[in-house]
């Protein structure tokens, strides 16, 4: 089923970009203008507007609150929701990406002798370090690997592209060898981060085709899976990796007219759509069949967040349904936010298992830690997890004063509902 989304908005060049929870869209559009589609409303917010030439790429937060772009020689974290933004200064950055802990930035831009290197840095614009040592052409397409390992760019343009890991930890460098004319487009890393995807052109004695390739992250193993009739098509994965969607159908025409998905399990492609005109595709991260939500809110503890619609109340702090549920509390402690989440997850009576794991992160720009535990968990505890997230200032309930917000909630949930929870402070 087709569904139209925007009128007269897009572009040739806007290339949408699903947000981590399937909730959001961001793209370019019309006038260089960039905007959110919020699927579960259907309303669309216009965040920004970008200069002529400016960097077009987009970069969504692990969770799914904020957009990373580049503007007038900075990069720009805006908040989609709470409408706040900041920017990092980087003369002639590009290619912004999140690494999974969502407190540090992939990027590309020039070092000191002008040459182009990816970076990283600190969301609050510190800690910058070169990833690479590249002594070359400039390095395009820059995409992290989903578990923040890896990391991939072309060099050195459109006419010669070639694709190279890098590997985060060492800072080996892996040359994909790619297609017969050197010209290797739109690299996509699969959700495991262990496979790429890419478009290689091929038989330009015959005409424009492309063929659809698979390679490991050090360049190994690389497959050919289908032929398009395109120079070059993006390419997309399916969230389990399985299948990957593909564009072909250009004949003379500029713009490809089909849209095709082949099945790694079984290589015998499947046309989805044709007879429109396709400049860009990408796979939703989860089912849009889940997206039935509705939004809670509590003044008491100054909280707003969304959750299945389903569920149903219990009292004024827990929902449940029958695949899961939510919780909310607060806490009074120290300042040191480490030993809240410790204390929490090591409680006497193991709420988590004996051996809960602990991820440090942000939420709403604020100190927080989430909690999951481990396999020995009680099933009692229906598959409870935590986030713990300290108050941007103490709040009062019943005269007692409260520096934390916890939100419990099965594991399986936790990361959805609290990727949109708001401090109504």
Wanted: aromatic fraction near 10%; charge should be negative; hydrophobic fraction near 35%.
């Amino acid at each position: 089923m087709n569904v139209q989304l925007t009128n007269e908005l897009g572009d040739s060049f806007s290339k949408p970009i699903w947000s981590p929870d399937s909730r959001k869209i961001a793209f370019v559009g019309k006038n260089r203008i960039l905007y959110v589609i919020f699927i579960t409303t259907g309303s669309i917010a216009r965040i920004d507007q970008l200069e002529e030439g400016a960097e077009l790429g987009l970069g969504w937060s692990p969770d799914s609150q904020q957009l990373a772009y580049t503007k007038q020689e900075h990069m720009v974290l805006y908040n989609v929701l709470s409408h706040e933004a900041q920017s990092i200064r980087q003369p002639g950055a590009s290619d912004v990406g999140w690494f999974p802990n969502g407190t540090e930035l992939l990027f590309q831009a020039p070092d000191a002798s002008s040459i182009s290197q990816l970076f990283h840095i600190r969301t609050d614009g510190m800690g910058k370090q070169p990833i690479t040592r590249n002594t070359d052409g400039p390095l395009h397409n820059a995409r992290l690997s989903p578990d923040g390992t890896f990391a991939l760019y072309t060099t050195p343009g459109a006419s010669i592209s070639i694709i190279h890991t890098v590997e985060l930890s060492t800072g080996n460098v892996f040359e994909v060898k790619g297609g017969p004319l050197a010209k290797n487009y739109f690299p996509e890393w699969s959700p495991n981060s262990s496979q790429i995807a890419y478009s290689a052109t091929a038989f330009d004695d015959r005409g424009s085709f492309s063929q659809i390739r698979t390679v490991g992250r050090q360049g190994e193993n690389d497959r050919i899976g289908a032929i398009s009739n395109c120079f070059a098509t993006p390419v997309t994965w399916s969230p389990n990796g399985r299948k990957i969607a593909y564009l072909s159908g250009c004949k003379e025409q500029e713009f490809a007219s089909e849209m095709w998905v082949l099945d790694l399990h079984h290589p015998v492609p499947i046309r989805l759509i044709e007879g429109v005109r396709i400049m860009s595709l990408q796979w939703s991260p989860l089912p849009i069949l889940d997206l039935s939500r509705k939004t809670y809110t509590n003044p008491v503890y100054k909280v707003r967040f969304q959750y299945p619609s389903h569920w149903q109340k219990v009292n004024d702090e827990r929902y449940e349904g029958g695949e899961g549920f939510f919780q909310i509390s607060a806490i009074s402690a120290g300042q040191n936010i480490d030993e809240v989440c410790r204390s929490e997850a090591f409680h006497r009576l193991m709420p988590y298992g004996s051996m809960p794991r602990i991820v440090n992160t942000q939420i709403q720009h604020e100190q927080a830690c989430t909690i999951f535990p481990s396999a020995d968990q009680s099933t009692e505890m229906k598959g409870q997890a935590a986030v713990i997230v300290k108050y941007p200032k103490p709040i009062e309930i019943q005269g007692a004063t409260y520096n934390y917000f916890i939100l419990w909630a099965d594991k399986e949930h936790l990361n959805e509902i609290s990727s949109t929870l708001i401090f109504l402070l």
